[in-house]
């Protein structure tokens, strides 16, 4: 019999978990017929280890069941592995970005329904040092104050909590010096913000990067310049209208490797947790994971 394993974070989806849980396991047992295994997170780096063993035990699929903390934790699971089972998703985060950009119903009822789905979809994954990210990772002043969000505010305020933090940081017009070298040159000088993509969705904002797709083998870099109080506004718009790239403040590029660096300590946020301190390298992983997805995207 097919084999699955349910990672579940029990204090996302306002601790509603228990109850898609069951959920799952029901339709993973007696609609797709499978043996299920549900395995409950009670520390960090607890989904990463499940999924390790999944991976080992040469599991079919692996369900993740949380925000998107929880599954960068099952994601890095994957690092390095022979055998790497299929990915189901089930989002009960603030933001989720993963599924924004894979299609995948926000409604957490409506994605267990998906989990029926025979449609698979090779997504690249990228490298950061030593571990893996399925969405974003950022570094400056600004993704240091974005790291600092708290569960409550992000609770209260979802996507917005961001924004907030981010034009507070952007006004007091911090800014870090960064090298950052990708296939095609170098950049280097102040920003508050480098920006690299994988989806299209970053932030709860689904067009920060219109042209970014989960299976295009790059890397969508963007370098924002010290904004300043004037300019941030008509950044916003930019980001609103997906044309961000464009902005006169902002400089873009695709690229499957980058390196950022910096003779200052900074700190970065990778898929919407705190990452590691640059420098950093980054590369692509084309077609890494097969993810379950809507039979019509």
Not at 129 to 156: C, I, M, P, R
Not at 244 to 265: A, C, G, M, N, Q
Not at 272 to 282: N, R
Request: proline share 5%; net charge negative; aromatic share 6%.
């Amino acid at each position: 019999m097919k084999q699955a394993m349910i990672i579940m974070n029990p204090s996302s989806g306002k601790e509603k978990a228990m109850e898609y849980v069951r959920k799952v396991e029901d339709t993973l047992r007696n609609e797709v017929g499978y043996d299920v295994v549900v395995m409950e997170t009670t520390q960090e780096l607890d989904a990463t280890k499940f999924c390790i063993s999944a991976c080992e035990d040469e599991f079919d699929l692996v369900v993740s069941i949380g925000g998107d903390g929880t599954l960068h934790e099952t994601i890095n699971g994957l690092l390095d592995q022979k055998h790497r089972p299929k990915l189901g998703v089930i989002p009960l985060g603030t933001v989720n970005d993963f599924a924004r950009a894979l299609h995948i119903p926000l409604n957490p009822d409506e994605a267990i329904t998906t989990l029926k789905s025979s449609k698979l979809r090779k997504v690249d994954m990228a490298r950061i040092n030593d571990q893996l990210f399925a969405n974003v990772v950022a570094a400056g002043s600004l993704a240091d104050t974005l790291s600092s969000v708290t569960s409550e505010e992000k609770s209260k305020f979802g996507a917005f909590a961001y924004f907030k933090e981010g034009v507070k940081e952007l006004l007091g017009g911090s800014a870090a010096h960064l090298v950052i070298e990708h296939d095609g040159g170098t950049w280097e000088g102040p920003a508050p913000i480098f920006i690299a993509a994988l989806t299209n969705s970053v932030g709860g904002f689904e067009n920060l990067a219109p042209d970014a797709s989960v299976d295009d083998g790059l890397l969508h870099g963007f370098i924002v310049h010290d904004l300043k109080f004037l300019n941030t506004l008509t950044a916003g718009f930019s980001l609103l209208l997906g044309n961000l790239k464009d902005h006169k403040d902002v400089e873009y590029f695709t690229s499957r490797r980058i390196k950022v660096s910096s003779t200052e300590p900074v700190k970065t946020n990778v898929d919407g947790e705190p990452g590691p301190v640059l420098p950093i390298e980054m590369h692509i992983l084309p077609g890494h994971v097969e993810v379950i997805v809507p039979e019509e995207e």
